[in-house]
């Protein structure tokens, strides 16, 4: 049995979309078990200083990344557009899939946020947006709208964050396989492998 | 034939190390063209009010990448320690090889200047250490010393920097295929199959 990947992702993160939307296949192949951990950038940023995404304080960075994007978007096959609003807010977002995270739809509502952020270019802030992606998962969407609103939901939401912060993560998405960190989606082969040695 | 492709980079940057010491064979075996560019990243940080490298300013970034590069350079066999002082000055090191830029050595001494840095930990604003990087490619260190002195030689690599900023570059190594930039030593197969891709 190869060792456990952790997933850690952020739904305003573009390249949390490449890997969310392209790990599942991967992972079943070289059968490595994996957990999502979603988690906020804001505070981490916010505790540097930073009151939005570097990509938007460092212009010409901001505009390398918005091209790397879409030009590995297309390698992976994933349509890609820009959305009008970068980044999004999505702490209810992360707060659904941190309720459902025991269910066996949780990729898949993942896939659909970030389906409807990225590809769509759709408010993942909107509650209508979570409403539709939660319809594509199960027949109860408000149940888990609700969910999302528990204090304790907020409450793992919040230990997942201060967790990402204490791990020394600093960016989305990130790798974690066993003390090993890796960051960027340009590290899951990496990290898969790191994975697959270490059984 | 393939389009060119230009390898921008800075001699205090450990990702450079990585792509100027794997950079040639690669590029060899991929009929690929290509020209160096070597550029100071100080004053596009400083430009950005940052007086060292985001490496440093940033804690949790810097502790990962000492830990990503150690783990990319035993993949790719290249020996690799955090040498005692990061980032180095550089300007020295950058004056060289842009003089020698038309000489069929510049590769031999920029791999040497990195594996002194890199690999056994020197201080590379050491006259004395790029002297002895010099005797591995030139009869003449003595007369490349001189020319990196020239105000031409100045002159030249303060264009080169400047138009590293022009073109939007942020970090090094960076790839230039046509109008394409690419960012990063992990990139570097991407820009090559770009340049294969567009003979």
């Known amino acids: 049995m190869a060792q ?3 997933i850690w992702f952020e739904f305003a993160s573009t390249y949390s979309y490449l890997t969310v939307s392209r790990a599942a296949p991967l992972l079943e192949a070289a059968k ?3 957990a999502w951990k979603p988690f906020l950038l804001g ?9 939005t995404s570097p990509f938007n304080l460092e212009a010409a960075k901001g505009a390398y990344m918005w091209r790397d994007v879409a030009r590995r978007a297309a390698r992976f096959g994933l349509p890609f557009q820009r959305p009008p609003i970068f980044p999004m807010h999505t702490v209810q977002a992360a707060r ?3 309720a459902a995270l025991g269910q066996p739809w949780s990729s898949d509502f993942a896939r659909a946020v970030f389906a409807a952020e990225f590809a769509r270019g759709e408010d993942i802030s ?3 947006v979570l409403a539709r992606a939660l319809e594509t998962c199960t027949d109860d969407p408000a149940h888990w709208l609700q969910q999302a609103q528990q204090d304790e939901t907020k409450a793992a939401l919040r ?9 020394g993560l600093f960016g989305a998405p990130s790798f974690r396989v066993g003390d090993e960190l890796f960051w960027g989606d340009d590290r899951l082969e990496d990290a898969i492998l790191w994975a697959q040695e270490r059984r």
């Open 4 to 6: 456990k990947i952790e």
């Open 32 to 34: 490595v078990p994996f």
């Open 43 to 51: 505070p981490i940023f916010r505790a540097k200083g930073w009151d």
């Open 96 to 98: 659904i899939m941190t």
């Open 126 to 128: 909107d509650a209508g």
């Open 159 to 167: 230990a997942t964050t201060d967790q990402a912060a204490a791990l």
